[in-house]
Structure formats: structure tokens, C-alpha cells
């Protein structure tokens, strides 16, 4: 299943906005550190700590990843015709699938994760280093690592649309992972059968190269509604003074309107999230169940992995919002399934319009209200 990285980046950005409340306590944070980081973040202390997290994993020799590759390329060219049933319009081209490791799916989402961080690297450059930062960065590190850690020994496989915040890198196109150590680690685990396990999967990650490739303003939009969020909260959060170091009395005067702004931010984004996460449900139902093997099987081991998790990585997803994340496709898929009732997927597929046919939060929570309006 996918991880956009936004309940990271939401759970950063509120983390950023504590410190920034507790450097009341200690004013002389403010001034100037004199040796300047380059960065938010020490990213290569963040590797450190997920690769540690990760564990060790067998990487499999290239050619041996390379065959598994053209296999999961192969059934992807199998499946993608028999999602018309559902999402009707053809799935034209997706992205090759790439086999890795825990430690290569870490530098991946680093590498997603410095991209969104761009409007906070560039506020911190605005206003310069401080010991307080120096100090937060280091917690930080750890905190980012030992999530990238946990997420790299659970998930499974990965869409990356490519979602930047910054300036778009030249060469970075739309990619699809299998973690393969995971994947098989699951499948012993859960007695679950590897192949099937396989087709499973590929189906609900075509599914979102479907709803991006198809569909290019999607990508735009999701950017947009990111890159706004961000800017607005650091907007608030600093009064709009470029150039000038806020004051610890401004930042707890400007904090609670800065919140309040990246909560409504967040919401927006979240229904988007649930439409994405709920409809790749809907397909996996729809059409894994009259095309897959072991669908059931496969189905009921997903439940208990749900439930099988240790006390840290609980409270871990927890802190960061991943729990939401979880959340997003019970209630996008209530969503889908209330609107198919409604007016068949035909009616369904009209979220794939445009921005304005996108659900709002209310809408999510109330799907007669959307198939009122769709029906205008």
C-alpha cells in the first residue's frame, strides 16, 4: 500500500511548532548559534538512525531482484486491463517496478521527505540558526530516523508520484517499489501464499498509478493544497516578515492561529488522501475478488497484520498520525462504496473530474451530500 508522506510531514511541522512555543522558556535560544547547520534536518544522521532501526536484511543479488522486477512488471501488464471493470478508463502507462531492500526503501522516502521539507528549509534559512534549532534538530534526527526505521520493516510496496514542494529535480519520474524482504517476511509469517501476496499488492499499487497517471492535475492539486498548508501555518507562525527573526513573545501570540491554520490544511488534504486510499480499496474488492487467488486468505491476513504490531511501533504511529493514515481507508472506502450504491461507479468516478469534484471533509463524512451535488 502506499505512504505518502503527508501524516510525516504534518506531525513535523506541529513538532517544529512546539519548539517553537518552548523557546519561550529560555530567550537567550534566540540569539544566534555560532556555528550554522545547513539544513532542518542532518539527514545523514537520520539515515543512521532508520538503517540501524531497519535491521539487517538480505539484500537480493541484482539479477536475482532484476527477475523479480520483470515478474511483478508482468502481472502488472496482466492486471491493469481488468481494472477497467472499475475505474473505466484504461490504465495507459505506469511506471516499471523496482525491487528493494529496508535500507534502499530508507533512502527513497528520505529523498521524498527532502522534498516536502523545501518551504521549511527555506523559512529556516530566512531566519538563521539558534541554539534552540540546534538543539531540536538533534531530537529530530532521532525522531524522523526511528520512523523511517519502522516504516521500512512494515510496508509492503510503494507508489511515489513524485510530489515536490521544491523546484522539480530533472531525471525524477513516478515509481514503483516492492519492499522484498517484507514482502516474503509477511508471507512466512502469515502462511500466506507469495504469489498471490504479489498480485495482491501490484493491483492496489497500480491503482494509484492509475489515479496520478490518468489523471495529472491530481498531482498539481495534492502539490498545491501541500505547498499552501506550509506556507500559510510558517506565514502565521512568523508574521509575514521576511528577513526578521520573530521574537519568543511574537511566536506564542502568532502559534494558535498557525496551528488552526495547518489543522484546516490538513483536513483538506486528508480528505483527498481518503478519497485515494478508500478508492484503491474499493478497486482491490471490486476486482481482486473476482480475479485473484486466495482473495479471502489474503484478506484475513491483512486484518491480523493490522493488529500484530509492538508496543513502540504503536506508539510511534500514533505520534505521527500514521494511525490516521490507517483510518483514511475505512472512511474513503465507506465513501466509495455509499456513491457506487448511489449512482454506480460511473457516478463514483466523477471525483476523478477535478479538483472541485474532489469531496470536502464534510462530504467524506456525508457522501448523499456529494451525490447531491454531482448530480446538479
Known amino acids: 500500500m502506499p505512504r505518502l508522506p503527508t501524516p510525516t510531514l504534518r506531525r513535523t511541522l506541529a513538532a517544529g511548532a512546539f519548539g517553537a512555543g518552548a523557546v519561550v522558556s529560555a530567550r537567550a535560544f534566540l540569539r544566534p548559534h555560532t556555528k550554522q547547520e545547513p539544513r532542518l534536518l542532518d539527514w545523514e544522521a537520520v539515515r543512521h538512525t ?5 535491521g539487517a536484511s538480505e539484500s537480493a543479488d541484482p539479477a536475482t531482484a532484476a527477475g523479480v522486477a520483470a515478474r511483478c512488471d508482468a502481472i502488472a501488464a496482466e492486471l491493469a486491463p481488468l481494472m477497467v471493470e472499475v475505474v473505466e ?16 526503501f530508507v533512502d527513497v522516502n528520505i529523498q521524498i521527505a527532502r522534498r516536502l521539507l523545501v518551504p521549511v528549509e527555506e523559512l529556516r534559512a530566512t531566519l538563521g540558526d539558534s541554539r ?5 534538530r538533534g531530537v529530530m534526527n532521532r525522531y524522523i530516523g526511528l520512523l523511517f526505521g519502522i516504516m521500512s520493516q512494515r510496508v509492503l510496496g510503494q507508489y511515489d508520484p513524485v510530489m515536490s514542494l521544491g523546484p ?6 513516478p515509481a514503483l517499489y516492492l519492499v522484498e524482504p517484507n514482502l516474503e517476511s509477511f508471507a512466512q509469517v502469515a502462511g500466506a501464499p507469495l504469489e498471490p501476496l504479489r498480485r495482491w499488492l501490484i493491483l492496489h499499487e497500480l491503482t494509484h498509478a492509475w489515479q496520478f497517471g490518468e489523471h495529472p492535475w491530481l498531482r498539481e492539486h495534492l502539490v498545491a493544497m501541500m505547498d499552501g498548508m506550509i506556507r500559510r501555518s510558517l506565514a502565521k507562525a512568523t508574521g509575514g516578515d521576511e528577513g526578521k527573526r520573530p521574537s519568543a513573545r511574537q511566536l506564542l501570540e502568532r502559534l494558535p492561529d498557525a496551528i488552526r491554520t495547518q489543522l484546516r490544511g490538513v483536513a483538506e488534504v486528508q480528505a483527498v488522501m481518503s478519497v485515494l486510499e478508500g478508492y484503491s480499496n474499493f478497486v482491490m474488492h471490486r476486482v481482486g475478488r473476482k480475479h485473484l487467488d486466495n482473495f479471502d486468505e489474503l484478506e484475513g491476513a491483512f486484518e491480523a497484520r493490522r493488529s500484530q504490531r509492538t508496543a513502540i511501533e504503536k506508539l510511534v504511529l500514533a505520534i505521527t498520525g500514521i494511525n490516521m493514515k490507517m483510518r483514511q481507508y475505512v472512511v474513503g472506502e465507506r465513501f466509495c462504496e455509499a456513491v457506487a450504491a448511489a449512482g454506480g461507479v460511473s457516478l463514483l468516478n466523477r471525483v476523478w473530474e477535478g479538483p472541485e469534484m474532489m469531496p470536502s471533509p464534510a462530504e467524506l463524512r456525508a457522501p448523499a451530500t456529494w451525490v447531491a451535488r454531482a448530480r446538479q
Do not use: N
Not at 534552540?132 to 531540536?136: H, I
Not at 522539480?168 to 519520474?173: I, S
Open 89 to 104: 478508463q484504461p490504465l495507459e502507462h505506469f511506471p516499471r517496478f523496482e525491487v528493494i531492500d529496508r535500507r534502499q
Open 50 to 54: 532508520a538503517q540501524q532501526r531497519a
Open 168 to 173: 522539480p529535480r530533472q531525471g525524477e519520474t
Open 132 to 136: 534552540a534549532t540546534a538543539m531540536s
